[in-house]
């Protein structure tokens, strides 16, 4: 039967979009601060007159309290992220500037897409070496985001997954394999499809023999009334096949007491005498019934007699 592969299609994940420092202040920038006012920090109320702040829904605080209180901490090193650095993160996670790296290379993450694998970020590059499948043709990686073929378990590039014998892409298009081979319909026809001996047509699925000739199971029909023959008992007549039906009433020999055909299939018994034939079962005496099997019996013209019944001819 005619396979299909299916197609899918990977995607790494983006880069987090990086989180900008957050603004510290000095006191003296804030416009409308009079210097006899005060004004502190709103978690320990220090004064942040000539100190950094940080704004957070419009309540000032100071560096540390900000950071104690609201800054996020570094899935890498485990430290806070203070509002000098930049915070990078990715579903819910952040990171340092320089704690986003590769698990396994180290190399930066930073504005480069990457892959996730069990809470762990890799680059596409040993994503791809540790995870990712291998091409059945070429034997090499299947990079993550593009195209490739699957079948039973394997795998290939879009580009890769041919037809054995013409060489073009065989897609989601229907093909069969053999010998660890693919091939399209049209080349498999081709080069291993027997041939019907009726309609001349390739042979894809099913088929029948017979006298060591390859047939269509709708091409394999009665000569006479076109019935199908597979799975059918039939007979032959100089090379044609018949069913039994149509065979019986063209060519068997009729019964002289029931005048129904003498198929002679299947091991059938029957008698013949001076050109008659009768069914075992029709070969009875014409008055008494009594069955001449194996027995003697006279003739009257078309009848046939029991010795008893024929005594007084």
């Given at each position: 039967?005619p396979?299909?592969a299916?197609?899918?299609t990977?995607?790494?994940?983006r ?6 420092p957050?603004r ?19 978690h ?26 609201y ?9 806070p ?34 892959a ?8 596409t ?22 195209r ?27 093909f ?15 080069q ?13 699925t ?13 091409c ?6 076109k019935?199908?023959?597979s ?27 029931c ?5 002679g ?7 013949s ?7 075992n ?27 008893d019944?024929?005594?007084d001819?």
């Open positions: 039967m396979e299909e299916s197609e899918r990977g995607s790494p994940a880069p987090p979009r990086p989180g900008a957050r510290c202040r000095a006191a003296f920038e804030k416009p409308g601060v009079n210097m006899t006012e005060r004004f502190d920090c709103h320990c109320n220090e004064s942040l007159f000539g100190k950094k702040y940080i704004l957070r829904e419009e309540n000032p605080h100071c560096v540390a309290c900000f950071e104690a209180l800054a996020n901490t570094c899935e890498e090193c485990g430290k992220i203070g509002c000098d650095c930049k915070d990078l993160s990715y579903k819910d996670r952040h990171w340092h500037e320089a704690c986003f790296h590769c698990f396994q290379c180290k190399s930066s993450l930073v504005d480069k897409p990457f996730a694998k069990e809470d762990q970020l890799l680059c590059d040993c994503y791809s070496n540790e995870y990712s499948s291998k091409c059945q043709e070429c034997k090499k990686t299947i990079m993550p985001g593009t490739k073929m699957e079948y039973k378990g394997s795998s290939w590039h879009e580009t890769c997954f041919i037809c054995h014998r013409c060489q073009q892409p065989i897609g989601t298009k229907s069969i394999p053999k010998d660890n081979q693919n091939f399209c319909v049209p080349c498999y026809e081709k291993y499809a027997l041939q019907c001996v009726q309609c001349k047509k390739p042979i894809t099913g088929g029948v023999t017979y006298r060591d000739q390859p047939w269509h199971k709708e394999f029909v009665c000569t006479a009334c019935k199908q023959l799975g059918q008992r039939f007979t032959a007549r100089d090379e044609f096949a018949y069913c039994l039906t149509c065979f019986c009433d063209l060519y068997a020999k009729k019964c002289a007491g005048t129904n055909p003498i198929s299939l299947g091991g059938t018994k029957y008698i005498f001076e050109e008659r034939q009768w069914h079962d029709c070969f009875n005496c014409k008055k008494c019934s009594l069955s001449l099997v194996g027995r003697g019996f006279l003739t009257e013209r078309d009848d046939i007699l029991c010795p019944c024929g005594k001819i």
